[in-house]
């Protein structure tokens, strides 16, 4: 109910009570009065057989009283004679002309022979049976006798004058027929019945169709409604008339449809009536509950359109003085009032919203300045780690390099004197050779045979040879170590870089020795103003890495170039590479692929923030199972931070 | 007034006009009585005798004020005429007494009496019939 529209909830609501309304009329009404109909259709039916019966029976009674004061004329007297004088046919014929009698009058004598009649040619007949009585009047019901066409009511009384014993009898016939016209159907058929003890027996019906034999109880009127031809009646009896000792009882019966025919009307009136009260007063309930939602149906587009649009500026049209119009006055009230706050709200949330995007920068800012700071910070922790230990180290390899240098020194600068000594012991046995005798000359000879001097003299010139070659070498690394840890390290210096790289080669050297070949394409041949020792560190963190990334026999390309007043390093390697995730994260401090213990994580970190004191770049390419490539790129002049 | 003059008339014609025959006093044979003198009939006819000394009803007849037979009766009995007589009997009527029957015919007054037990007429013709004893006869003048 509820989700439908107002208007629609009071037409029907209102439908709802007059339809009640009228029911409960109608019923009332309709039970009311259709008690009263029945009672009142039971009484007329009652009151049209009483008054059919009293219709007949004043026709009877009539013809009785006629009969009986008929009977006391002093004519009748002539019975006694036999109507010697024809005074009493005289009489009945005139009686019946002047009455105008329906039937006929006979006059039997005491011996029961017909002596006078209205009737042509029936004199002398016998009194028939059905006449016989011993009463003074009885009327005989519906009978027949031999010399009468039909069946007949008859009345006979004993004719009896003053004094004497019965003389004869008087009898007047009704013809059956004329009774059953008084007893036509029209609205009602009727049934003549003779009351008898009891009061059980058949009686005859006339109904439009003709004349039927019904039976009559006592209980006629507990009986509801009688069915004959198919025809539901229903049916009342009149009270018992007598005429004479005849006593009998008229039935009427009416088709219970005409019977109901008021009650039918009066529903139909009624039906009428509701619904000419009904029409007119829902069209104007439909139209006041419409003229009455009207209203609130325009305050509800209005806020409809309100929400829609947003817009608190819109009013609700008021029209007139009434409970609707204050509320729209009140919702126009309440939407400027929103309104107003509304705007202030808007105005405060983009304040709100700028301070907080901001504060949002202003944090995001801070963040990644405290991370850049702590970035450096780390970094330079590290680097002061390192730089110590390297300045240590460096210490460290410098007086080792120092004291090693002496004796190699020495060492090396004997060995010119040595070849020479050796040279002059070789020259000094060929001469002895020479001089001395055969025997002599044998001797020696089996005893340089037996130290096989041939091969000493060979191989101690092998020896000299190598023995010059590691002293090379041990110069040269004492020269690299010097030069790898530059006691000379926070200053600036004008160095060719290819040294570097060669320093760094040789002091890796035996990790790779004859495992990979260093394949070098030197294109600067320049100084470059720099800080060499830590540009060294560089070069050894990414050589040291990529002879560890050729796992068996491979080849590092080291190229130096000058692009743009830059100096362009480039180391490659044809190790394994490493995918996309690792080459990510290789400058990141203390990322490692290495087991605990084996790397720190800091050398190419460590690198990478040198080479941005250089104002320079290092980037990494790297192809997995290809090779990676290093390259670093320095101004060829160090540029001076402000 | 009618009335007198045609009272009048006839009064003034019988005379002349009226043949005078025997008259009959005839009942029925089975009554006890055998002869009735002129004051008996006069008392039953005035409806002042009522019953025979059995106890029965007597039951007068008359005859049609106009017939001869009546003038006769009238004049022989009460010496008087059937008018007077007429108007005695009218009185009695109201008083409630039952005047005489009137027949038509001297043979219904004589089938009447032969066949009712209690019954008295008058004739000018002499029954023949066994069941009628006559009780009276006035011959003719």
Known sequence: MSHFSLSVRLTLFFSFIVLLVTTTLSAVVFYQFGEKINQQIERNLTGIADHKAAEISNVLLFERTNLLSWRASSVMLDVVVDDLDKRITTELINLKKYYQLQGDLYVFNAAGVLIASTQPDVLKTQLPQAWQTQQDYALVFKHDVPFINGSIIAHVTALKPPQLKTQGYLVMTHSWEDISRLLAPKDSSFALHKAHEGNQGSADLFTANGVKTIEINDDFSERPSWLFDGISYLGSISKSVSVGDFSFQIAAFMPEKLAHQPLLELTRNLLLAAALVGVPMLVLVSLLSRLLVTPIKKLTATIRTIEDSNDLSIKVPVSGHDEVADLGNAFNRMTTRLGELFNKFVVVEKELEDLNLSLEHQVIDRTAQLQDTLQKLQSAQTQLVQSEKMASLGQLVAGIAHEINNPIGAIYANMPPLEEYIDDIKGTVEFAQTCMDEPGTQKLNAHMEQIDYTFVTEDLAKLLNSQKQAADRIRNIVLSLRNFSRLDQGEVKMVRLEEGLDSTLQMVHHNYKDRITIEKDYALNESVECYAGELNQVFMNILANAIQAIPDKGSITITTAKVNDQAVITIADTGTGMPEEIRKKIFDPFFTTKGVGEGTGLGLSISYGIIEKHQGTLTVESELNCGTRFIITIPLRLIKDS | ?141
């Not at chain 2, 106890?55 to 005859?63: Q, S, V």
């Not at chain 2, 009546?70 to 009997?89: C, H, M, V």
């Not at chain 2, 032969?114 to 008058?122: D, L, M, P, T």
């Open chain 2, 1 to 141: 007034m009618k009335r007198w003059v045609v009272l009048g008339l006839v009064a003034a014609l019988m005379p002349v006009s009226i043949v005078w025959a025997d008259l009959y006093i005839i009942a029925n044979k089975d009554l006890p009585a055998a002869q009735l003198d002129k004051d008996d009939i006069a008392a039953i006819y005035l409806l002042k005798k009522k019953h025979w000394e059995n106890g029965e009803d007597i039951m007068p007849i008359n005859l049609p004020a106009q017939a001869d037979a009546r003038n006769r009766f009238t004049a022989e009995i009460f010496d008087s005429t059937p008018e007077k007589l007429g108007s005695y009997w009218d009185q009695m009527l109201f008083k409630g007494e039952t005047p005489p029957v009137t027949q038509n015919s001297e043979q219904a007054v004589i089938l009447f009496v032969e066949r009712v037990k209690g019954a008295i007429g008058y004739v000018e013709t002499k029954p023949q019939s066994q069941q009628i004893k006559i009780l009276q006869q006035f011959s003719s003048k």
